[in-house]
């Protein structure tokens, strides 16, 4: 069974400042399963990434995903107001597997 | 576009049968597979299961023993059946598509159901 880690657990940025999460896969996963989900307060996720690095429709480009080996990352080049949420990456293989979240708060 | 619907009680009595349905609208439910996730309160996503148009499933394995997911084509619904339930199975319980995209595209409002007597 494949385990999604997420690191860190919360993120304290500012408005402006770039934000990088990670997702470390317990083992060799396909990058074309590997998925990122925006969460606001309130509200059902979001898909955000799909295939580690395309970006979901109604996204913009300071979104990015990226890959090296079993590890995965979420950048967010300059954070605005509305990113602040809530992010979890997903894994689809022989099960379904979500990463236990980063929250990216306001500092 | 396509759109889900979740529907079913808000509380549900310890030891019964939690059951829900995802209603699919805008769309056909013959293709892709249809997603149950929940998330208990502050706390983060967990896969309950999927089941395929065709009827094919898979569940997560700490919940196997208690899940039942079917899918009525006819309809365009597919359904939740949690047996046995405790406290711990209080959250908002989700349904979802698995694109073509390979990701969760399309996601209920979710629901809030609590186990409570």
């Known amino acids: 069974e494949i385990v999604l880690t997420q690191s860190p657990g919360t993120l304290s940025l500012s408005p402006g400042e770039r934000a990088t999460l990670s997702c470390r896969a317990s083992q060799s996963v396909s990058s074309t399963y590997l998925a990122w989900y925006q969460q606001k307060p309130g509200q059902a996720p979001r898909l955000l990434i799909y295939g580690a690095s395309s970006r979901a429709t109604g996204f913009p480009d300071r979104f990015s995903g990226s890959e090296s080996g079993t590890d995965f990352t979420l950048t967010v080049s300059r954070l605005e107001p509305e990113d602040f949420a809530v992010y979890y990456c997903q894994h689809f293989g022989s099960s379904l597997t979500f990463g236990g979240g980063t929250k990216v708060e306001i500092k | 576009q396509v759109q889900l619907q979740e529907s079913g009680p808000g509380l549900v009595k310890p030891s019964d049968t939690l059951s829900l349905i995802c209603t699919v609208s805008g769309g056909s439910i013959n293709s892709f597979y249809w997603i149950w996730i929940r998330q208990p309160p502050g706390k983060g996503l967990e896969w309950i299961g999927n089941i395929y148009y065709s009827g094919s499933t898979n569940y997560n394995p700490s919940l196997k023993s208690r899940v039942t997911i079917s899918v009525d084509t006819s309809r365009n619904q597919f359904s939740l059946n949690l047996s046995s339930v405790t406290a711990a199975d209080t959250a908002v319980y989700y349904c979802?598509?698995?694109?073509?995209?390979?990701?969760?595209?399309?996601w209920g409002q979710g629901t809030t159901v609590t186990v409570s007597s």
């Open positions: 979802a598509r698995y694109g073509f995209i390979y990701g969760l595209d399309v």
